[in-house]
């Protein structure tokens, strides 16, 4: 049998049409799209398939958001398990987001994956079993893969990066290259003239917009002693970069780091390295946290409330959902919190 031809534009898809097209009644279309007992599991995906084919899905899930007390909400972050316990800033960032469902009686259904293949596919399938009523999505790459499926399948969605990389989807984003100017800025300013930025992975889209921003405020500040290492955000990354870096015969004076794990690491290098900070070599984290306070010396930080950061993201979805809102969010810029890991470098 060969496949349906694509429907042509006419009157408005309905339940009725997706019965007819998968070969069963409206009340398994119903049945099947509220997750409820009572249609086979071939039927289901026939049903769902059809439903894809002529670009229908219920309008419920305003509905489900508004009308009952067991809204979820769903967000797939891709890392394992171990690393994600550790990084204080997703800790922080589900706390934001928990805040706000609380008032609303609302749920987070959170789940990790390995890769973006896997997180569209769970979408798909969040979305199709009407498991969630909408999704926050993370971690935008340039050129994201998600972007086109997501965008077919028409859930409510916010995204957490900048407008640039987010493919259309409402965003709320901070303006991190900015800042990573404003943390090259400073360094300089104390003097620092080799600095270098030990950054997350280079296809990260917020980790490439830091990454030019450092390299072209450093050229226009005239530093040549500029370098950059990616790693993918743990502490042993950081080490082995702080490492490398600290080891080279033009060592930075000045490192800059993309997150406090890293940052807190590359401290730890420089001590057993017999190295003082900040007198032989400053440091800088991105993302304050109790991590920064609790070093010795406390790590100066490009500081943003993360927890605001999660709240403002699940008020912009829900926004989304209602149909209140369409637009991008610019949440506050991260600003210097100097403290004793950065000075002047040592004279020599």
Known sequence: MSAPSPRLPGPRVTITDVAARAGVSKGAVSLAFNNRPGV?????????TA?????????QTARNLSGRRTGII????CRPARLLGLEPFYMEFISGIEDVLAERSCSLLL????????????????????????AILVDFHRDDPRIPPLRALGMPAVAVGHPSLTGGFPSVWTDDASAAAEAVRYLAALGHRRIARVGGPAGLGHSGIRAA???????????????????GFVGEEGARATRSLLMSPDRPTAILYDNDIMAVAGAAVASEMGLS???????????????????????SAMSHDVHHFGEEVARTLFGVIEGTRAGSLQVPTPSLTPRGSTGPPRRT
């Open 111 to 134: 789940r990790l994956v390995r890769d973006l293949a896997e997180e569209s596919d769970l979408y798909r399938e969040w979305w199709r079993s009407r498991t969630v009523g909408g």
């Open 277 to 299: 900070v900040p007198d032989d070599v400053s440091l800088l984290a991105w993302d304050d946290s109790q991590l920064c306070r609790l070093t010795h010396p406390p790590m």
């Open 51 to 59: 439903a894809e084919e002529l670009g229908w899905s219920p309008n």
């Open 213 to 231: 921003a450092f390299e072209a405020t450093m050229a226009e500040l005239g530093l040549d002693g500029r370098r950059q290492v990616a790693t």
């Open 74 to 77: 769903g967000l797939a972050i």
């Open 40 to 48: 086979s599991p071939a039927t289901r995906e026939r049903i769902f």
